[in-house]
């Protein structure tokens, strides 16, 4: 018990230590969360009409905006994981091609639960579904639900491919993981579960408050998103190196060529 606490401790510290690293890379992030709320306020997402609010979820120009968002969450934390591995911000942004090719899968397992969640009317309509909102409801939480329970077995996985490095698959990596699973899926679990909870709150009340009041909970949102994204990073690295302590193995299976590790 105490091991788990050390390490869960220890990956928010990792995580600011992240974060004072690559600060470029968080503003960008922070930037391009403020654009999405912008447009959020303009086509009324805000409102406290709930028919005003769906209409605003599905502009054009919001959905085209998630994609390059997602994308950044996604290159955030690999650039996160790099440089944490690596202890070296400049070498965390030479990326080797091996790197880029494995991390494609890595964002293919976390992209297509993310298809189903926005496009889960269309999906059910194409099915000859009629979409009403238990059935939309139920496609979310499963695809949603699935990926997260899926991602603790897969951390080994996710470090490896953002190296750059030959070792550990997704298969291998669950079953390096193996009963751990449970453990780690906790860590994970109580890192992401007050973030989560703090960005739908701040969401949530921004809805039908003076413009002043909006704002700064929107821009505090933006922050508190960039921060956990990376924050989950960390911690999903010291669970995988949590498991390869327990399993007698090392984090990365084989070492890149041209990568120090400490």
Same mark, same amino acid.
């Given at each position: 018990m105490?091991r788990?606490?050390?390490?869960w401790a220890?990956?928010?510290g990792d995580? %600011?230590k992240?974060? @004072?690293?690559?600060?470029w890379?968080v503003?960008g ?5 403020l ?7 303009h086509?009324?997402?805000?409102s ?5 609010r769906?209409a605003a979820?599905?502009?054009p120009v @919001?959905?085209?905006l998630?994609w390059?968002?997602? %994308?950044?969450?996604?290159?955030l934390?690999?650039f996160?994981?790099?440089?944490l =591995?690596?202890?070296d911000?400049r #070498?965390? &942004?030479r990326v080797?091609?091996l790197?880029w090719?494995?991390y494609?899968g ?6 297509v639960p ?5 496009y889960?009317e ?5 099915l000859g579904?009629?979409?009403?909102a238990p059935a939309v409801m139920g496609v ?5 639900l699935? /990926? /997260?329970?899926?991602e603790?077995?897969?951390?080994l996985w996710? =470090?490896? #491919?953002?190296?750059g490095t030959?070792?550990f698959?997704?298969v291998a990596?669950?079953r390096?993981?193996g009963w751990?699973y449970f453990?780690v899926l906790l ?5 992401r579960l007050p973030?989560n #909870?703090?960005?739908q709150? &701040?969401n949530?009340?921004?809805m ?7 704002w ?12 956990? %994204?990376?924050?989950?990073a960390?911690?999903?690295l010291? #669970?995988?190196g949590f498991?390869?302590? @327990?399993?007698? %193995?090392?984090?990365l299976?084989e070492?890149?060529r041209?990568v120090?590790?400490a």
């Open positions: 105490k788990f606490f050390t390490n220890g990956g928010f995580g %600011v992240a974060l @004072r690293a690559l600060p890379l503003a992030m922070i930037a391009l969360e654009v999405q709320h912008v447009i959020e306020v086509t009324g997402f805000f406290l009409d709930p028919a005003v769906k979820s599905l502009t @919001r959905m085209a998630g390059p968002k997602m %994308v950044a969450t996604w290159a934390a690999f996160a994981v790099r440089f =591995v690596l202890d911000a #070498a965390a &942004l080797p091609a790197a090719r494995r494609a890595v964002v293919v397992f976390q992209l993310a298809l189903a969640i926005i889960a269309p999906i059910l309509a194409a579904t009629t979409p009403t979310r939480l499963v695809f949603g699935g /990926q /997260q329970l899926l603790p077995l897969l951390l996710f =470090v490896n #491919a953002a190296i030959t070792g698959g997704p990596s669950a390096a993981t751990w453990v860590m994970v679990f109580v890192t973030f #909870a703090a960005h709150a &701040l949530r009340y921004a039908g408050q003076s413009a002043g009041v909006m700064g909970m929107l821009a505090l949102d933006a922050v508190l998103v960039s921060i956990m %994204v990376v924050m989950i960390a911690v999903q010291r #669970a995988a498991v390869a302590e @327990r399993r007698g %193995v090392r984090v299976a070492v890149a041209g120090a590790v």
